[in-house]
């Protein structure tokens, strides 16, 4: 069946209706994009036409582009890649290009058909860009609806002549914040930005767009850019005030990008070129940029990760072959922050929430959570009252275990202890029902310890989410030696239902995200005991693309926290372990009493409400001194490959099973290096012979904890990526056997 089928109508209008089939958002497809191009030459060669109206058959205009077409470009174009990727985006160029027109001659601007969308919901990337082609856009004033171009959040930038068009409609510093954030936005404020022309009600969108259409003019339809005299919005670039506005954005870009992240440049540069050109060969050279984003290994590892592979594993990539487990009533034990934000992120996907703690009054703290990030989206006009009372009615806070009754899910996210944790499965375990799943918030304990408690072990899992709850897209499933094939799809429903992305991994010590995390932190208190400048620990993190440097990392999970992982771990290891220079900087703070951001004293200092103000210059005082700085890169190599070699272990040892659920979990998980794609990629980037070289070095200065896996070794001497030969999930182990 077509994606897109037009009417004409008796009045002279033409409805192009844009209805994927078989999917439930529309995504533009090349095949979509050749009748989009054969449906517009037949309206505008039919004299019955007077106009015509682009809208969805769907409750949402568009999801964007079909990423995957790309990489099937990519793949066809052979030795020639960058050409096969230019040719395809100047054919859509052309084909909008042609839409814009409508039918205008090209020397008097007159005789078009004037071109009008409506918009009924949600709007992204290339929908956006073939509604920036219309003449006029109309857009439903729906609550839930956004707008935008998010393609910079993927690793590209809008390059079917969004870029270009919207730069031109509104000038660069403006365009900004949705073309350089990525941002969506709501019919009302998309109107502000000139996304939009009208917000409508939904009843109204297509009779409005339609009036629209069958009253315009010549002048209506004929785009600021193509009239004499038109001049950029804030001055081009050589202009006083242009000049200033480019000189702020390229500051701007580099002070939020740090560098790494190859689509906001080459998106400012295509703006930049564009703006002293006209708007064909402006077209031409966003495609350049374009294409030369595309042929960049950082854009391929983040489209693949953030895109291709995060869907993948939404959608239940490596889920077990067993039928729906979604979840109807589930039980909450520990009404703590944890708790508390796994409760209102249940309710607000739907389900009965029963959330369970010793004393009532905390039980009805742990609700008031929810109540709290309501109230808030109340006042941004973002939930009803309604809403509200929805979702504050579906959560029973009590201390009433009987109240499990009837749950199939259960979590338990009670305090960090084997004692408490195994008292409350038993009496958990006493109550529910016998095919209930029961699930623990564990961050660190091992599963298949805790789940010697459990009379069924095979419907013991770990849930492990990251803090806090309602804003944090991973969660971490993790399998105990004894977990059953039923619980992991039960787990993997559940974070289906409440919209966040799963990774699924075996049971081990820190699971995979603190195993990977967590040696990240002692490196950067090791580099800063051993002497070296803690600016330079943090800025050397953050020009590698981290959201946090490793001391800031630890202020925010709290230095106590440090502590008792630091004794939990080194109880457990004995003589394995090997972090006490480590622990002397951690108990030392601790001692001192900064505790972190929670303590407004941590590696940083902070005013009385809590803001960063700086490093906390008496770090120095417990610290070794050193005669010469290491340079940026030696620092670099230590924060990146720590980090980047446990996740090759967790995977060599099958804790990791998939290596498209470690980079996407690194991601999401931690901030690990978006634009390189995760751990694994940017393995794939530098290419694994480079890596063992840096490991061997380290290794040799450093010790051990730098020592290349074997399986990266013996990718190095066959000339194999970690993709090439476990892109398609294959574990390592199967590989071996």
């Not at 917000?199 to 002048?219: G, K, M």
């Not at 770090?619 to 980090?643: K, Y």
Request: charged share 25%; net charge negative; hydrophobic share 45%.
């Amino acid at each position: 069946m077509a994606d897109f089928k037009i009417e004409k109508h008796d009045d002279g209008v033409a409805i192009l209706t844009w209805d994927a089939e078989g999917k439930s958002m529309n995504v533009m497809t090349r095949e979509a994009f050749g009748l989009v191009e054969e449906l517009i030459d037949d309206a505008l060669s039919d004299d019955a036409v007077k106009g015509i109206v682009i809208t969805s058959g769907k409750k949402d205009f568009a999801g964007g582009m079909d990423l995957n077409v790309l990489a099937r470009i990519r793949e066809e174009s052979g030795d020639n890649p960058a050409q096969g990727l230019f040719d395809f985006t100047m054919e859509g160029h052309r084909i909008l290009r042609k839409l814009e027109r409508a039918g205008l001659d090209p020397k008097t601007n007159k005789g078009g058909k004037p071109v009008a969308c409506a918009i009924p919901g949600t709007c992204a990337g290339i929908g956006t860009e073939l509604a920036l082609a219309c003449h006029r856009r109309f857009m439903a004033d729906n609550p839930k609806a956004k707008i935008g171009l998010p393609e910079i959040l993927v690793g590209l930038f809008p390059g079917g002549g969004g870029t270009t068009r919207y730069s031109r409609m509104v000038g660069a510093m403006a365009a900004a914040p949705v073309l350089l954030e990525g941002r969506m936005l709501d019919p009302a404020k998309a109107k502000g930005a000139q996304l939009v022309d009208e917000v409508v009600p939904a009843d109204d969108l297509l009779t409005r767009a339609r009036d629209w259409v069958l009253s315009a003019t010549d002048a209506d339809i004929v785009k600021p850019w193509d009239q004499k005299g038109w001049k950029m919005p804030g001055g081009e670039p050589y202009h006083p005030a242009g000049f200033m506005t480019f000189v702020g954005a390229s500051a701007m870009i580099n002070g939020k990008t740090k560098g790494v992240y190859p689509a906001a440049k080459a998106l400012l540069s295509a703006i930049y070129e564009g703006a002293m050109v006209p708007f064909d060969t402006a077209l031409k050279i966003e495609a350049r940029w374009f294409v030369n984003v595309l042929m960049n290994p950082s854009s391929s590892a983040m489209i693949r990760s953030l895109f291709i592979n995060k869907q993948a594993l939404e959608k239940g990539a490596n889920r077990p072959d067993v039928p729906d487990q979604s979840v109807k009533k589930i039980g909450i034990l520990g009404a703590g922050m944890m708790g508390a934000g796994i409760a209102y992120v249940s309710a607000l996907a739907g389900m009965e929430v029963v959330l369970i703690d010793q004393k009532q009054e905390a039980a009805d703290k742990g609700k008031s959570y929810s109540e709290s990030i309501l109230d808030k989206g109340i006042a941004r006009k973002k939930v009803t009252q309604e809403k509200k009372e929805q979702v504050l009615g579906r959560i029973t806070a009590t201390t009433d275990y009987d109240a499990l009754k009837g749950a199939d899910l259960i979590i338990e996210a009670v305090f960090e202890d084997m004692v408490i944790k195994a008292e409350v499965t038993k009496a958990v375990e006493a109550v529910i029902d016998e095919d209930c799943i029961f699930a623990t918030n564990t961050s660190t304990l091992p599963i298949s310890d805790l789940a010697q408690t459990s009379v069924r072990p095979e419907q013991f899992i770990g849930i492990h989410f990251f803090s806090p709850v309602d804003k944090m897209a991973l969660v971490e499933i993790i399998r105990g030696q004894k977990t059953g094939n039923r619980a992991v799809a039960k787990a993997l429903d559940y974070v289906r239902q409440i919209r966040k992305t799963p990774i699924v991994v075996n049971d081990a010590r820190f699971f995979y995200a603190n195993r990977c995390i967590i040696p990240y932190i002692n490196e950067g208190i090791r580099l800063a005991k051993r002497g070296v400048e803690p600016a330079l620990v943090e800025n050397a993190a953050k020009l590698l693309g981290f959201p946090l440097g490793p001391l800031q990392l630890v202020d925010e999970t709290s230095v106590d926290l440090g502590v008792k992982i630091a004794k939990a771990t080194k109880a457990a290891l004995g003589d394995d372990y090997s972090d006490e220079i480590v622990d002397e900087a951690l108990f030392w703070m601790e001692q001192q009493g900064r505790l972190g951001r929670k303590a407004k004293a941590g590696f940083y200092d902070y005013d009385e409400n809590g803001k960063r103000l700086g490093l906390w210059a008496g770090i120095e005082e417990n610290s070794e001194t050193l005669d010469e700085q290491p340079s940026l890169e030696r620092v670099q190599h230590r924060l990146m490959m720590v980090q980047v070699l446990e996740a090759v272990r967790a995977f060599e040892e099958g804790v990791l099973t998939d290596i498209r659920e470690g980079d996407v979990g690194a991601i999401l998980g931690w901030g690990f290096a978006p634009w390189s794609g995760g751990p694994f990629s940017w393995l794939d980037i530098i290419g694994a012979q480079r890596a063992v070289e840096i490991c061997d070095d380290l290794e040799a200065d450093r010790g051990p904890r730098f020592a290349a896996p074997a399986i990266l070794r013996d990718l190095a001497a066959t000339g194999e990526t970690f993709y090439g030969r476990y892109g398609n999930g294959q574990a390592a182990q199967q590989k071996a056997a």
